[in-house]
Every structure is written in structure tokens, then in C-alpha cells.
């Protein structure tokens, strides 16, 4: 008969060095599939476009709610430079308005001097405040008539403070693949209040598609632990009766 501490003990080693730290962390997400939401704010939601304008004047501060009913605060502050008009929606589509968002999205769009290609745009920054902190929030964020830009997240908590920044290599194109940057920034604890999108490209506007949400709590680390010391002590007893049954 084998002694069972090796397993258990190399079991233990490595189940512990993967559970969460014990301090509450933020980090970035780059893909929705692996961002784990259960909520959704899509822009629908605030109204239809009807052909044969393609889009929808928006006001530069209003209130959109989730699907489950939260309510978040959208701010992007006026243009500095004349001409540029309010926020915009619209509806990417082939026929419409291509962009590498998914066909069929709408765009929360900031705004730009129409007329022109490439055309100075309000670059924000775009302005998310939860009415509940939760625990992520991200999008997919692309910049007009840009190529190749760097987006930034900035998260911060309900006294204003700072919790951390990200940024990430952006593309924007018509492709309508889906391919626009996601940005996802999640913590151990629901504690994201607001969240600033902005790129590294001045006086251009900015577009983001539905914004995914989690409000669910990621386990405390120590639970976790517990529940895994839990787990391999009852995995142990079972193999112990096992073994006493056939000796």
C-alpha cells in the first residue's frame, strides 16, 4: 500500500499557490468571452435610429440602465473645438455605418466635425458611474479614422480614489468582424465606482458597444482555501475507509 501524503501533499501545494491573494486585486480583461458578466448595458436601449438618419443626437450627460435595472451615469465632457456635434448613436451595419464592431451593434459614439476624412472628433474622455459598485465592467472601444491607437481604463471607487489603470493596443477598421478591443477590468470585491475610457489619440472620437457588467462577488480567498483544504480532507477519509475495507 502507497502512503498517501505525497498525493495529498503536492495536491495541497498546488491548489494553494493557484488560490486568489488575500488582498483584494483589480485586473484587466481583453476578451468579453472570458470576462464572466451578468449584466448588460446595451445602447439600444436608448432609443432607435431611423434611415434615412443614420444616427441618434444624444445629450453630453444622461442616465442608461441595464438590463437587471442598474443605472449608470454617462458623462463625456463638450468638445473644446467648434463644430463637433453632441454624442451620437448608431447602428454598425454594412449598408450603414461599417466599423470592426459586430454587425447589428450600437455605438455610443463622442462625437465629430461632420464634412471631413479624417475628421477631428471629441476624444473624450467617456464617463461610466454606477449607481451600485460592482465588482467589473468593460466594453469594446474603437477611435475613427484610426488605424492603430492605445485605449486606457482608468477604475476608481465610490470616494473618488484611484484603484488602477490599464491600457491596451487598439485597431479600428470596416471589417464589421468583431475584432474592436475589448477593455474589462475586474476586482476580488465590488468596489469599481466609475470607470474612464480614453485612447492615446487627441481630437479623435471614440465609440464603445454594449457594456458588459458583473456584479457578482469573485469567493473571498480565504473561503476558497477552505473549501479546498475541505475537499481534499474528505477526498483523504473516503480513500482511508477504501483502503481499511480491503486490508
Known amino acids: 500500500m502507497k502512503p498517501l501524503l505525497g ?7 498546488t491548489l494553494l499557490v493557484a488560490a486568489p491573494s488575500l488582498s483584494a486585486t483589480l485586473s484587466l480583461t481583453t476578451t468579453r468571452a472570458d470576462f464572466g458578466s451578468n449584466d448588460v448595458l446595451d445602447w439600444a436601449k436608448l432609443g ?19 438590463a437587471d435595472g442598474l443605472n449608470v451615469d454617462v458623462n463625456i465632457p463638450p468638445p473644446s473645438q467648434p463644430g ?13 455605418i461599417p466599423t470592426n ?18 475628421g477631428p472628433g471629441n476624444s473624450g474622455p467617456l464617463t461610466l458611474t454606477f449607481e451600485t459598485p ?4 468593460g466594453t469594446q472601444i474603437a477611435v475613427d479614422d484610426t488605424l492603430q491607437f492605445v485605449a486606457s481604463v482608468s477604475a476608481f471607487d465610490a ?18 468582424d468583431n475584432s474592436a478591443l475589448f477593455l474589462g477590468v475586474l476586482s476580488d470585491t465590488a468596489n469599481i465606482s466609475r470607470l474612464e475610457f480614453s485612447t492615446s489619440v487627441p481630437n479623435r ?20 482555501a477552505a473549501l479546498l483544504l475541505t475537499g481534499i ?6 480513500r482511508k475507509r477504501v483502503l481499511k475495507r480491503t486490508i
Open 134 to 137: 460592482v465588482t467589473g465592467a
Open 7 to 13: 498525493v495529498t501533499g503536492s495536491l495541497l501545494t
Open 159 to 176: 470616494q473618488n480614489k484611484l484603484l488602477g489603470s490599464f491600457s491596451a493596443p487598439g485597431s479600428s477598421s470596416l471589417a464589421l
Open 205 to 224: 472620437a471614440i465609440g464603445i458597444n454594449a457594456l458588459s457588467i458583473r456584479t457578482t462577488a469573485v469567493p473571498e480567498p480565504g473561503s476558497v
Open 233 to 238: 480532507g474528505l477526498g483523504v477519509t473516503k
Open 48 to 66: 432607435s435610429v431611423v434611415p434615412p438618419i443614420p444616427f441618434k443626437v444624444l445629450p453630453f450627460s444622461f442616465v442608461a440602465t441595464s
Open 84 to 96: 463637433i456635434t453632441p454624442p451620437l448613436l448608431f447602428q454598425t451595419t454594412a449598408t450603414g
Open 101 to 118: 464592431f459586430a454587425a447589428g451593434d450600437f455605438v455610443l459614439f463622442t462625437g465629430l466635425l461632420p464634412g471631413q476624412f479624417p
